[in-house]
């Protein structure tokens, strides 16, 4: 698998009734390799969704392409799954058949993708849960489930918009080293937009700090250090002084903007 983002620029009109525009992110060029965890950090704002909503290929780019194992990227594909912050699990479905949904669209007889469905639900240690429904479950675990449909679909790249963002701090460190582990074993891209800068020295083996909006690259920080890494670790605390320092000046320049 190889990712190639070619000079991509999105830009939105403000009002449908005016020409006016913001220019979401500009500019933006970068390689993934295979097997890659890649972390996006940058102010709010600054284009990060919407540069994983044009690698899903939910919304186009107004400029530049993306290539995918030497392919232009034109559409949604079940090569880029994406998990949002806040899970989109369907209520009426039981834990299982939202695990089981995608494989259910994909046509795959109901023995088969149940046994694919369960498999990945145990690698989640929800299988006392299959059953249940998604109000029964914590924050914590809707989210597992939200990762579990996403893997049940072995994409070539996993898109994750602030997955955690909306859990405390501890499940969130849970969930870190349970992700770091599951990309160990599955070695799937993971490309992983965060505000929290701790989670991205944690997850990533590069992380990318965009600009203020208009978003561009700003930095790019390559994290060497021995998996599953905890928040707590000592030897991270360089590498989260180097993101720290690289998006403050973004942060008080996004601030500024938002006060103009
Ligand atoms: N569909 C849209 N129509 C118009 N403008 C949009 C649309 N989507 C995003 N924008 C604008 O593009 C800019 C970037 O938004 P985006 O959601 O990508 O930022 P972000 O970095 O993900 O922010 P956050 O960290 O708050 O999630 C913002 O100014 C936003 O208002
Ligand atoms: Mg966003």
Redesign the pocket.
């Known amino acids: 698998m190889k990712l190639q983002v070619k000079n991509l620029s999105k830009k939105?009109?403000?009002s449908s009734s005016n020409s006016e525009y913001?220019t979401?992110i500009e500019n933006i060029d970068l390689t993934i390799n295979d097997g890659e965890f890649v972390c996006i950090v940058?102010?709010?704002?600054?284009?990060?969704?919407?540069?994983l909503n044009i690698l899903a290929g939910l919304d186009k780019p107004t400029e530049g392409e993306i290539i995918l194992n030497g392919h232009q990227i034109k559409g949604t594909g079940p090569d880029r799954i994406i998990v949002f912050q806040e899970n989109a699990l369907f209520p009426w479905l039981k834990v299982i058949e939202n695990v089981e949904f995608g494989l259910k669209m994909a046509g795959l007889q109901k023995d088969k993708r149940r046994q694919i469905a369960l498999s990945h639900l145990e690698t989640m240690q929800l299988t006392k849960f299959a059953d249940s429904y998604v109000y029964q479950l914590s924050g914590g675990m809707k989210q597992r489930v939200a990762l579990a449909r996403a893997l049940v679909m072995d994409p070539d790249i996993l898109l994750m918009d602030?997955p955690f963002a909306s859990l405390d701090s501890q499940t969130r460190d849970l969930l870190s080293v349970e992700l770091q582990l599951i990309w160990s074993k599955t070695r799937k891209n993971i490309i992983f937009?965060t505000?929290n800068i701790m989670e991205s020295v944690c997850l990533g083996d590069r992380i990318f700090v965009f600009t203020n909006?208009p978003?561009k690259i700003k930095k790019e920080i390559t994290v060497q250090h021995r998996r599953p890494r905890l928040s707590e670790d000592d030897e991270l605390q360089p590498y989260y002084r180097e993101v720290l320092s690289e998006l403050k000046s973004e942060i008080s320049a996004a601030r500024k903007q938002k006060l103009d």
């Open positions: 939105f009109r403000t913001v979401a940058g102010p709010s704002g600054c284009g990060k969704s919407t540069l602030e937009v505000h909006r978003g």
